[in-house]
């Protein structure tokens, strides 16, 4: 029901930017996250937003350098990455939860009900 995409291999320096298309379901009152794992790391998290779009929490390590939003209309959400980072490299997952609060988001994988398929991320130095 979430399929995610956009993923790919880019310098560093480079952007990309990943999508997160949601089916079978209106997830326009979903909190979304994305997350991320490299090899031989747990996820973690990178960032989330409310289903409104009015609140929004970035990871530090991406803060100032990627952009989360949403397009509810289209039932996407969006991980714009710039200045990306070698250690940036991971397979990304959009990951979403039902919520009844416009400002509710978590930043814990627990929260999340439901998850993409996850889009590779490699950042060459």
């Known amino acids: 029901q979430l399929q995610a995409s956009g993923g790919g291999l880019v310098q560093a320096g480079g952007s990309l930017r990943l999508s997160c298309a949601a089916s079978g379901r209106t997830f326009s009152t979903f909190a979304m996250g994305w997350f991320r794992q490299a090899p031989g790391k747990e996820r973690e998290f990178v960032a989330a937003?409310?289903?409104?779009?009015?609140?929004?929490y970035y990871a530090d390590s991406v803060k100032g350098r990627f952009t989360i939003s949403r397009d509810n209309a289209k039932n996407t959400v969006y991980l714009q990455m710039n200045s990306l980072k070698p250690e940036d490299t991971a397979v990304y997952y959009c990951?979403?939860?039902?919520?009844?609060?416009?400002?509710?988001?978590?930043?814990?994988?627990?929260?999340?009900?439901?998850w993409g398929q996850g889009t590779q991320v490699t950042v060459s130095s």
């Open positions: 990951a979403a939860t039902p919520t009844g609060s416009s400002w509710y988001l978590s930043s814990g994988h627990n929260d999340y009900d439901y």
């Open positions: 937003i409310s289903w409104s779009g009015g609140r929004i």
